[in-house]
């Protein structure tokens, strides 16, 4: 994949409807709210917690935790995107913060934070780029990493689904990995009956 090309679909969607969810590529409002409900579940809530939302496109993660009530003392989402952020910044908590980054480039952060969230993100990267963001994800949380991704594990009613820009993971190749790095490893495939799976990492030292 050439690089910067994982961004296309993306900002083409810009291009034709502007930011805000649209641009992100969502299937819906409805499988966006329960990939963040299973996320939050995984890592126990986020509520007193330094959060990093990798990819974090029109803000709706933050917005939803402030929805929920579940108000982490530090948020920062980036997102290469600019309207996007643009977007977030103006129609998110104030607790929020938000960042123009492109996670494909190299990028460096001056913060901590306990976890590292990305939701839909990898979705149209390839395996090379998945392993370099989700490294240097890992690098950055104290506590935890939870991500979620398109498995090549779905059942039949999902197997046929056209998936446009995006890609299905290998899953048993990224649990893998997971577990070279932590033997708190957790995973959740049942909520959308196998077309969507989330990983959640805790160092072992935070346990």
């Not at 409805?30 to 986020?46: N, P």
């Not at 103006?90 to 901590?112: G, I």
Request: glycine share 8%; net charge negative; hydrophobic share 40%.
């Amino acid at each position: 994949m050439n690089q910067g090309r994982h961004l296309d679909a993306y900002r083409a969607a810009v291009a034709k409807h502007g930011a805000g969810f649209s641009a992100t590529l969502w299937g819906s409002p409805e499988t966006q709210s329960l990939r963040f409900s299973v996320i939050c579940d995984m890592a126990g809530g986020f509520s007193g917690q330094r959060v990093l939302d990798l990819g974090c496109g029109d803000g709706a993660f933050a917005r939803w935790l402030d929805a929920c009530n579940d108000q982490p003392i530090a948020y920062l989402g980036l997102d290469a995107l600019e309207a996007q952020v643009h977007h977030a910044e103006s129609d998110s908590p104030p607790w929020a913060q938000f960042r123009v980054v492109d996670l494909s480039q190299e990028w460096e952060l001056d913060d901590r934070f306990d976890w590292v969230v990305l939701s839909g993100t990898l979705n149209t990267m390839d395996d090379a780029l998945v392993q370099r963001v989700l490294a240097r994800a890992w690098s950055a949380c104290d506590v935890g990493l939870v991500f979620n991704f398109l498995s090549d594990r779905p059942e039949t009613q999902w197997s046929e689904k056209e998936l446009g820009p995006a890609r299905r993971l290998e899953f048993s190749a990224w649990y893998e990995w997971a577990l070279e790095r932590s033997d708190q490893v957790a995973y959740r495939e049942e909520y959308l009956d196998g077309h969507d799976a989330t990983l959640a990492i805790r160092r072992s030292e935070s346990c």
